[in-house]
């Protein structure tokens, strides 16, 4: 079978799942982000691990899930518990014989980079229920799908040397994709985001997932690794598959908590 195949077949299975636990919202949601979460940790210590800096990522992980939990039952505690666990990998540091700074700025990273975006997806959640988590994960799917194969079909000029593979043309065709599912999207939720949300909201979803996965491909470069594992037939591991939906995750957040209501 071809990885195209595999690729596909992987997500007729993952995608309708996805979108059953986003919707379901609850302990379903919780249980996807702490699975998810902590393999993306694991493989994001295991990039710079082959550098010689991702040692901590046990006390990283355990203090994400800790974060995550707390995020989810008692939100008002989580901006403490992200100090406390500063506060934590710092004072471990310190007494680690083959202490490194690098690899304490790694763990800081990580929570930030991903553990981060998944607290604040609970808080989107709670203001907006499932429906800004699910656009994001349809506009970051949308995006990633229609670059990826008009890219393969049609594409010429490469973006970056980051990612050979990746076109303008590709990026073009996916930011459009975005926006244009934003807007289908609305049509199924009128009363919840306006037309021009939508417009916005799809030029973030057609920018920053791009952004994201650029990023995360500049760290597999870095790492001298084509994916970030093999956990996901077809796919790569699970930092390949949410890489975009991380980066999304923030500056929808801020859109939503803090744009949007004023408008």
């Known amino acids: 079978m071809s990885n195209n195949s595999i690729r596909i077949l992987t997500g007729l299975v993952g995608i309708p799942l996805l979108v059953f636990i986003i919707v379901s919202e609850g302990f379903y949601y919780l249980g996807l982000t702490l699975i998810v979460s902590f393999f993306c940790l694991w493989e994001f210590?295991?990039?710079?691990?082959?550098?010689?800096?991702?040692?901590?990522?046990?006390?990283?992980?355990?203090?994400?899930?800790?974060?995550l939990l707390v995020s989810f039952m008692l939100p008002s505690w989580t901006k403490i518990l992200f100090l406390v666990s500063v506060f934590v990998l710092i004072s471990t540091e310190i007494f680690y014989k083959n202490r490194n700074p690098v690899s304490l700025f790694?763990?800081?990273?990580?929570?930030?980079?991903?553990?981060?975006?998944?607290?604040?997806?609970?808080?989107?959640?709670?203001m907006y229920d499932f429906k800004p988590v699910l656009l994001i994960f349809i506009m970051v799917w949308s995006c990633d799908t229609s670059a990826y194969f008009f890219g393969k079909k049609f594409g010429k000029h490469k973006v970056s040397d980051i990612s050979p593979r990746k076109t303008w043309e590709g990026s073009i065709a996916g930011f459009v994709v975005s926006v244009i599912a934003a807007l289908i999207y609305r049509e199924f939720f009128p009363e919840w985001i306006s037309f021009f949300d939508a417009i916005i909201i799809g030029v973030i979803g057609g920018i920053f997932s791009q952004i994201g996965d650029l990023?995360?491909?500049?760290?597999?470069?870095?790492?001298?690794?084509?994916?970030?594992?093999?956990?996901?037939?077809?796919?790569?591991?699970?930092?390949?598959?949410?890489?975009?939906?991380?980066?999304?995750?923030?500056?929808?957040?801020?859109?939503?908590?803090?744009?949007?209501?004023?408008?």
């Open 45 to 67: 210590h295991e990039l710079f691990g082959k550098k010689g800096y991702g040692s901590r990522k046990i006390i990283t992980i355990i203090l994400s899930v800790l974060i």
């Open 106 to 126: 790694v763990s800081i990273s990580g929570l930030l980079y991903i553990t981060l975006p998944f607290v604040l997806t609970f808080e989107l959640i709670n």
């Open 215 to 263: 990023f995360e491909s500049m760290l597999k470069r870095y790492s001298g690794v084509k994916d970030s594992s093999e956990l996901i037939p077809g796919h790569g591991g699970f930092l390949d598959r949410f890489d975009s939906f991380i980066f999304v995750a923030v500056p929808f957040f801020l859109y939503f908590a803090y744009i949007k209501p004023e408008i």
